[in-house]
């Protein structure tokens, strides 16, 4: 189930990279490094300790996984994790400048995509109302940024990051298909919800007469 997209993956990279020298966005290799790997654990699980309510895995349920467990969560297909990383050096298309020990960690989102979500048996919540044929899904999870580096616009470039890469996931990329973007969010978590309005995405109705009481939110691809 490779990805094949129609920007090469260089090409991809540099539109990631073009705005804000303070940060890059970058995209975490499909193939990932052990540095990798190890780097987007910590960021994780610094998320999970930091922010507990806004996720529904918990520390003590991830802190417990092995390096191959992350690097499988990293691996593609049909997914992609997306890292905010500080370091202002002027257009550096180099994959080292994500590993190097100067250049911090600090916010983080995963797409998974159309093929991925199928395989692992995905639902959409009731008040979906896009559910022809010719539907694919996305759900954007993880998103997270670390408290020191928040309101500086990074949780926006994260989330545009991955609709950039849903435009160009071929898995979702016949002319006939919606690409719906769908995100499940903790009741309560406002700065959240109004980061996603801001963007585009609208609330959804939750199930009728479910106990789960989280938020869904979803739009349209253009
Ligand atoms: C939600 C979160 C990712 C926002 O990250 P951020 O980098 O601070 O967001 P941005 O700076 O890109 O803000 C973009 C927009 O989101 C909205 N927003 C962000 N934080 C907000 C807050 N505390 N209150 C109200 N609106 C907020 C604003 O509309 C903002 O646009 P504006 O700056 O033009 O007004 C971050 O607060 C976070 O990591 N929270 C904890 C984890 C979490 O809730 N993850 C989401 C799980 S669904």
Known sequence: MAIRTSLSHAQFRFVLTMVDPAYKVHVVPSMPSEHHVVRYKALRLQALQIDPECFSSTYDRES??????????????????????????????????????????????????????????????????????????????????????????????????????VRVDEAGHNSADKQILLLQIMPGNKSAIELYRSIGFYPIESDKGATNTDIWMGMELA
Not at 110 to 137: D, M, R
Request: aromatic share 10%; no cysteine; charged share 20%.
């Open 64 to 165: 417990s996984m092995s390096n191959e467990e992350w690097r499988a969560r990293l691996h593609s297909g049909d997914k992609v994790t997306i890292a905010a990383v500080t370091g202002a050096s002027i257009q550096s298309l180099s994959e080292s400048e994500m590993l190097n020990p100067e250049n911090e960690w600090v916010g983080t989102v995963t797409v998974l995509g159309p093929n991925f979500l199928q395989i692992h048996a995905f639902s959409p919540p009731k008040g979906v109302q896009w559910v022809e044929e010719n539907v694919k899904y996305y759900l954007f999870v993880g998103v997270w940024v670390h408290p020191s580096h928040r309101g500086k616009g990074l949780g926006k470039r994260l989330v545009s990051a991955g609709m950039d890469w």
